[in-house]
């Protein structure tokens, strides 16, 4: 028989998608880093992306002032560096020095790519309507970066509270989408 289920926990369950990092950088500072799952497609083509950032979170006043990003995708390996992430702020620590990540020159953007992770995508912020009452980015990927050898590679998914899940088995079953 089922109980109840406490409000805070909901997101536990409803997780969208892949840990990822979402890297910032205000003109003159450090670039800096946050472990996001609050993430979600809203289009194909081109690729829309919807993400949630908090308003109290470092990266906010980036992203809000510079309108541009990268969405890093890190794989399982990554799980250790992925939770030291989300549990700093950037305002006092350089993320890329303290967890050991390189970065690298985008081609659009001036956040850097994160050399680690196996995708890197450059973003822009193309809509803001929901910024000032849900804290939601609508972003534009211009450039996607892949490492071909490591395209399949697992990633994570957050349940709350230092718990991830790990991809589990693919399967394949037909579909008419090309």
Aim: glycine content about 6%.
């Amino acid at each position: 028989m089922p109980t109840t289920l406490p409000l805070k926990y909901v997101y536990q369950f409803i997780e969208p998608g892949p840990v990822v990092l979402l890297v910032t950088a205000l003109p003159g500072a450090k670039p800096n880093i946050m472990a996001m799952s609050w993430h979600m497609m809203v289009e194909f083509e081109p690729p829309l992306i919807a993400c949630i950032v908090s308003s109290s979170n470092y990266s906010f006043a980036a992203l809000h002032e510079t309108g541009e990003c990268v969405l890093a995708i890190p794989d399982a390996k990554l799980a250790e560096q992925v939770t030291g992430i989300g549990n700093c702020s950037g305002r006092t620590i350089d993320k890329f020095t303290e967890f050991r990540l390189t970065p690298l020159p985008g081609q659009h953007v001036m956040p850097p790519l994160v050399s680690e992770c196996f995708v890197n995508l450059e973003c822009r912020v193309v809509e803001i309507r929901f910024v000032n009452k849900y804290n939601m980015f609508i972003l534009e990927c211009i450039k996607g970066w892949a490492i071909p050898d490591k395209i399949t590679v697992k990633t994570i998914h957050h349940h709350g509270f230092g718990t991830f899940t790990v991809d589990g088995e693919t399967i394949h079953t037909s579909s008419k989408m090309p």
